[in-house]
């Protein structure tokens, strides 16, 4: 079974600076898919960004990339310019690329932002 | 464009009874998944079905059950609820071609047991 860790329970940034949660997992496979979800209030899970473990390249959407560093099982995200509307609860996620489609979740981080 | 529906969006329920939550995923979209957020946690896997059978089990208890219909809604049937029963349940559906493996959530049956 897949572990994935999220070891910061809370995160703060001023506004416009950047913060960056981390993701740690644990797995065997060599392809698997890494997410990030956001949850605000409302409750509803957003998909943030993706990264396929078979690209080297660090996905990036807009003001979130990320930092997947395969061998050491690492997956951090980056928000950069950080907003209001960034606040929320975000979850690192895994899911295999075999006939197992779940997500794993982490525990996650919630993100306050300072005006 | 067309989200993942999920309804009722908010249901209560005694101790002992029984609730079915209903989900309606993204028009071509096959796969359907079942998530439980308790308070303070994380989505936790229940079970998933593909082109109508199921397809991954999770920990969902003996006391729910689950199925996809053809026209690939699917709905989670819960018995004998208990108050630990309470909490946000998901539905995200997927496409099976490689493009499409994201899940897309729906927006969540918020259950309360009393």
């Known amino acids: 079974a897949q572990t994935v860790t999220q070891s910061q329970p809370e995160m703060s940034v001023q506004e416009a600076e950047t913060v960056t949660l981390s993701c740690t997992y644990d797995t065997s496979e060599s392809d698997y898919y890494l997410f990030w979800y956001k949850q605000p209030p409302s409750r509803q899970m957003i998909l943030v960004i993706r990264q396929e473990a078979y690209k080297q390249q660090n996905a990036t959407e807009n003001r979130f990339s990320v930092n997947f560093q395969k061998a050491a099982k690492s997956f951090s995200l980056k928000i950069s310019d950080s907003q209001l509307g960034d606040a929320a609860m975000y979850f690192c996620?895994?899911?295999?690329?075999?006939?197992?489609?779940?997500?794993?979740f982490g525990a996650g981080t919630t993100v306050t932002v300072r005006a | 464009a067309a989200g993942v529906i999920q309804s009722p969006r908010h249901l209560i329920k005694e101790k002992r009874e029984t609730a079915t939550l209903k989900c309606y995923p993204i028009p071509r979209h096959d796969t359907v998944y079942w998530y439980q957020q308790g308070p303070g946690q994380d989505p936790q896997f229940l079970i998933s079905f593909y082109e109508k059978m199921q397809s991954d089990k999770g920990s969902i208890p003996d006391r729910f059950s689950a199925q996809q219909f053809s026209d690939y809604h699917s709905e989670l049937n819960m018995s004998s609820l208990e108050l630990g029963d309470s909490a946000l349940y998901f539905c995200?559906?997927?496409?099976?071609?490689?493009?499409?493996?994201?899940?897309?959530f729906g927006p969540g049956t918020r259950l309360t047991v009393t």
């Open positions: 995200a559906s997927s496409g099976r071609d490689r493009v499409s493996y994201e899940q897309y």
């Open positions: 996620a895994y899911r295999s690329s075999n006939n197992d489609y779940k997500l794993s």
